[in-house]
């Protein structure tokens, strides 16, 4: 068969996106709940337009001695929004907390003595992807598009990329041929000051941001270039833009590159199986790549709210793996445990070796600046070595 050219295109946002900084602010407040009580069940939600907050959302049990507004707050300042003329400033910006305790109809499914028999803190379905044509087990275009918006908040806040505002998003094309991969556009959207020098800032954007990220990755230099391609993009931020937790979870996972079930992962703690066990679905996904068995995956989870056990499990391989679907349901059911309890048991969820917040930006997955439980490869020397036991017993 003749090799074909495709394209394939993913984004992502700064920390500075509206979108984004409600994500963040949901996801500290999580934070600081399950520091002050590991068991504490949380859901937050955020909007922001310009100079106004409101966070809503259910906690069991309220902490009166959790101060929402000053988490709100501090986050909004660490992102850089501290000028009145952004049109949103942490000092001066209205809150309104509309936090609430959460439903007894939805506690009495996901509370247990047993941890294995913790009900799903929701019903719902979660994707799980990963593929070989990354270090880090992730598709090409979002993990490209990530750094480019990680690289220019870095220089941002080291104050080397001058004019620069805290709002940016980065488009990233790939152009696949064969077993090849080559970038062909870059489009980045930044936020600038008032009075800017336009050419210097998008050489500065090419030159010091886009062709050290390419390189990075071992690829070409020589992709189109589209740099904000509107003419302007100074009104940025909660004042140019509405923002919501959750309404960048393509961002937040694969980049479009694999499904998603539609739950957000932001502001909610692990009961809640739209991110724990979309947080395992990747486990599995990237372990069974990592063995060699496939070069892709992808892999649904289902789940009834107050029920343990998943309603179905489902996955592809698009026809990448040297074995039948069959010895892979088998190596998942055997190495892997997708009940709500255990998934937060190993991955010590409730008492987390990282910040939720630290999550919030660049994508959950593929961090290679985290060191995250659900990124790790330790099933894949046992699902090895279980290959090859069947091997020998001429079971595949």
Do not use: W
Request: net charge negative; hydrophobic share 35%.
């Amino acid at each position: 068969m003749d090799k074909i050219h495709y394209l394939f295109t993913s984004e992502s946002v700064s920390e500075g996106h509206p979108d984004k900084l409600c994500d963040q602010i949901s996801d500290r407040i999580l934070d600081a709940y399950l520091k002050a009580n590991k068991d504490s069940f949380v859901a937050i939600e955020c909007f922001a337009t310009t100079d106004t907050l409101i966070i809503g959302g259910e906690v069991n049990p309220i902490n009166e001695d959790i101060d929402i507004e000053q988490i709100a707050r501090d986050t909004i300042k660490s992102i850089g929004y501290d000028k009145d003329e952004y049109g949103f400033n942490y000092k001066t910006v209205k809150i309104t907390n509309l936090v609430k305790g959460q439903s007894s109809n939805i506690r009495q499914g996901v509370e247990n003595n047993d941890y294995l028999l913790q009900g799903a803190g929701d019903q719902g379905i979660m994707f799980g992807y990963a593929s070989n044509e990354s270090e880090g087990y992730m598709p090409l275009a979002i993990s490209i598009a990530h750094k480019l918006v990680r690289t220019a908040t870095k220089l941002r806040k080291e104050g080397k990329f001058k004019y620069a505002r805290p709002d940016m998003k980065s488009q990233v094309t790939i152009d696949y041929y064969g077993d090849s991969q080559r970038i062909d556009t870059i489009l980045m959207s930044v936020q600038h000051d008032k009075d800017f020098d336009e050419q210097e800032f998008k050489k500065y954007i090419k030159e010091e941001i886009m062709i050290p990220v390419a390189k990075s990755f071992n690829l070409n230099t020589d992709f189109k270039v589209l740099i904000n391609p509107t003419g302007l993009f100074e009104i940025g931020g909660p004042a140019g833009d509405t923002g919501l937790t959750g309404r960048k979870i393509i961002v937040d996972t694969y980049g479009g590159s694999a499904r998603h079930g539609g739950g957000a992962f932001s502001g909610k703690d692990p009961s809640k199986v739209d991110r724990s066990a979309a947080y395992m679905a990747r486990y599995i996904a990237k372990n069974i790549v990592a063995s060699g068995i496939c070069s892709r995956m992808e892999i649904q989870l289902s789940y009834a709210i107050g029920v343990a056990e998943p309603i179905s499990i489902n996955f592809s391989t698009f026809k990448t793996s040297k074995y039948v679907d069959e010895v892979i349901l088998d190596i998942i059911n055997k190495f892997f445990d997708c009940r709500p309890g255990a998934i937060i048991k190993k991955f010590k969820l409730r008492e987390p070796s990282f910040n939720y917040g630290d999550l919030t930006n660049y994508g959950h997955f593929g961090r290679p600046d985290l060191d995250l439980p659900f990124e790790k490869l330790d099933m894949v020397e046992p699902i090895k070595k279980y290959i090859s036991e069947i091997k020998q017993n001429n079971k595949i």
